[in-house]
Structures are given as C-alpha cells and as structure tokens.
C-alpha cells in the first residue's frame, strides 16, 4: 500500500475521524509484512486490536454463563415485611451513624476553639504583663537619664554664667 495513504489513515485514526472500514484497512495493513520502517512502531498495537477482536465477545461469554436462581432475590420476598424492617434498619443505622459522626467533629472542633481562645487569652496577658514591664524599665531609664541631663545642664549654666561674667567685665 501507499505510504502517504497508510499515514493519512494513521492522522485521522490518532485524531478520532476514521471510519471503521478505515480502521480495518489499518488492522490489515499491520497484519502484513510489507511494512514501512517509520511504522514499524505501530505494528504491536494493531496486532494486539486484531487478536482483542478475534476473541469471544461479552454477549457470547455472558450468554455461556450459568446465573443460580439462588443468588437473586425473588420479588415475593421483596415485598415481605422482614425485608422491608431490614431495609429500614440499615437506614436508620446508616443516618444515626451520621449524625453521631456529625457530633463528634463539632465537638472536637469546639474543645479545639476553646483551647485556643485560652491559650490567645493567656498569651496576651503574658504579651501584656512583658510590654508594661519593658515599659516600666523605659521609663526608669529615662527618669534617670532626665535627672542626669537636668545636672549637666545647670553645670552648663554656671559654666555660662561664669563665661558671661568674664566677658562683661573684660569689656568694661
């Protein structure tokens, strides 16, 4: 077959466009020996399509396999009262585990929340008790530190007067 045709097919096969006599063609072109070697590549795959077709289909498998009347419930005792307090139970069973469930994820979520309101209230009392102390020694510091300027600057005015007094009686 034709190269070019052979890799036409292969585009729309890869792009979801071919038909099924397409496919097939492709199917037999695979099968063959006179391959080209750029498509060499693609042989396993359409031998492995070809051999998955050849095989017995679901409907001839299904239809081969024997269902035990056993195994399926009969209507009539679909209807029974015993089944439908069955089907019952296993609702109520089913919505009393939700909501249990349910509770315990609240639950947990608000002991959660409440540790950590207290342990926010108790990190900011420490915040609060660590910055009035920090305060505190500020404030201790600059007292000192307003006593120690208030010294040295009447020692600058005895100074300047001193400086003063010289000045005005030299100029005289």
Same mark, same amino acid.
């Given at each position: ?16 466009? /071919? /038909? !099924? ?31 998955a077709s050849e095989t017995e289909s679901e409907q ?37 585990? /939700? ?28 915040a609060y008790r660590t910055t009035q102390a920090a ?6 510091? !600059? ?16 100074m300047d007067g001193i400086f003063n007094n010289k000045?005005?009686?030299? /100029?005289?």
């Open positions: 077959m034709d190269f070019k045709y052979i890799k036409n097919l292969l585009d729309k096969y890869w792009a979801g466009e /071919s /038909s !099924l006599e397409e496919e097939a063609t492709l199917r037999n072109y695979f099968q063959g020996d006179d391959i080209a070697p750029e498509l060499k590549s693609f042989q396993p795959m359409f031998q492995f399509f070809t051999a001839d498998v299904l239809s081969q396999m024997d269902f035990e009347e056993d195994n399926i419930i009969p209507l009539a005792s679909r209807n029974s009262p015993f089944y439908i307090f069955k089907r019952i139970a296993a609702i109520l069973i089913l919505a009393v585990s /939700s909501f249990w469930a349910y509770q315990m994820v609240t639950f947990d979520n608000d002991v959660q929340a409440h540790q950590l309101d207290t342990f926010e209230e108790a990190e900011a009392e420490e305060l505190q020694l500020i404030s201790a510091k !600059l007292n000192k530190g307003k006593s120690s300027a208030a010294a040295g600057i009447s020692k600058v005015r005895v000045k005005n009686s030299s /100029s005289k």
